[in-house]
């Protein structure tokens, strides 16, 4: 089976809930974490995208998240986006939880949307609870290594999950609800190897639905899916897309 198979699954098997990780986003330029060029490749996550490393040494968290703000502030959505966009308008797809933090979603037109690891949308001070837009943080950041607070000095952190945080509890409990009521649970480049998202298939299977995905790598449920299909996100959910609407 290829597009025109998953069009079909996607037709025949409503509510269509879609989840989707870093791989989505690979062909608007950035990069994903576990792939072999991925971002894990080259940097440590314990030691700069844990809680612990940020409470330690924020400057230093910031040396790897300010070029990383910089190049998801640029990218565009991609047609993997756009289309998931184009479903959901058409009554197809339910709603989309991303672990992504890029708003690629959100820009594309998605609106059923679930950040699960939150997002770059925002930035808050841990002494004082201090917010600030992305726009704010991005200025700051062309005269500062890392963004200071205004009230006390502190230095911000990004509203992103870190390892060692809890996930938002109404969007991770949101996420289990619509995957145990998904008819068709499709997963869009994501590796399906960080919890407690990586238990949302399993929700879906338990619940008498099926799985879809769409990887270009291996991933664990690889052989309890209805249907893999080891292809670009982009090319394929497009032909999905202009298949059904
Ligand atoms: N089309 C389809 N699949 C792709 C594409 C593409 N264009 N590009 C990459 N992929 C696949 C990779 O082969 C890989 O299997 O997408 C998957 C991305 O997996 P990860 O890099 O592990 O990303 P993700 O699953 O989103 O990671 C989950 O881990 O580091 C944390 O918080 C971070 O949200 C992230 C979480």
Same mark, same amino acid.
């Given at each position: ?11 025949a ?17 950035? @990069?994903?974490?576990?792939s @072999? ?13 844990s ?8 400057a ?36 989309v ?9 959100e820009? !594309?037109?998605s ?7 939150r997002?770059?949308r ?12 992305r ?35 109404a ?10 009521r !998904? ?20 929700e ?15 991933? @664990? ?25």
């Amino acid at each position: 089976m290829d597009a025109s198979g998953l069009a079909r699954l996607v037709r025949a098997n409503q509510p269509c809930v879609v989840l989707t990780g870093a791989g989505i986003s690979t062909e608007s330029g950035i @990069p994903d974490f576990r792939s @072999p060029t991925g971002i894990w490749a080259e940097f440590d996550p314990a030691d700069y995208a844990s809680l612990a490393a940020f409470r330690a040494d924020p400057a230093k968290v910031w040396r790897f998240y300010k070029p990383r703000i910089a190049m998801l502030t640029e990218a565009e959505p991609n047609a993997a986006h756009l289309a998931l966009a184009i479903l959901e308008q058409a009554g197809l797809v339910e709603a989309v939880v991303t672990q992504n933090v890029d708003l690629l979603h959100e820009r !594309a037109g998605s609106r059923n949307l679930v950040e699960v690891h939150r997002s770059i949308r925002t930035a808050t001070c841990p002494a004082c609870g201090s917010s600030y837009p992305r726009d704010v943080v991005v200025a700051r950041l062309e005269h500062a290594d890392a963004p200071p607070c205004d009230n006390c000095d502190a230095i911000l952190k990004p509203d992103v999950v870190f390892f060692g945080e809890l996930l938002p509890a109404a969007a991770i409990e949101r996420a289990f609800e619509l995957a145990r009521r !998904a008819r068709l649970l499709l997963v869009v480049g994501s590796s399906l190897e960080v919890h407690p998202v990586a238990a949302l298939p399993e929700e879906t299977l338990l619940a008498g639905g099926r799985l879809a995905i769409v990887d270009k790598g291996p991933t @664990p449920y690889d052989r309890r899916a209805e249907l893999k299909l080891e292809g670009n996100a982009a090319e394929i959910l497009g032909a999905v897309a202009d298949e059904l609407v």
